[in-house]
């Protein structure tokens, strides 16, 4: 398993931690969890983050995917 550091979500926090690397992730840090403190304020549990994508991110990808030369 690869660990990777992550940064909270929240643009207002400047919160980051190790954590496992879900995304296979090869440049930018992630940014799609948020921080064990903003979960708390939140009311989220901090281990049950998902990667969810809207549909809108899902086609912006699909279409970049689409143009890459392999």
Not at 20 to 25: A, E, G, I, R
């Amino acid at each position: 398993m690869n660990y990777v550091v992550h940064y909270c979500k929240n643009p207002e926090c400047n919160n980051c931690w190790i954590d496992k690397d879900v995304t296979n992730v090869k440049t930018y840090p992630p940014t799609w969890k948020y921080c064990e403190e903003c979960c708390k304020k939140l009311g989220i549990d901090f281990n049950n983050q998902s990667r969810e994508l809207s549909e809108k991110q899902q086609e912006a990808i699909d279409k970049m995917l689409k143009h890459r030369k392999y």
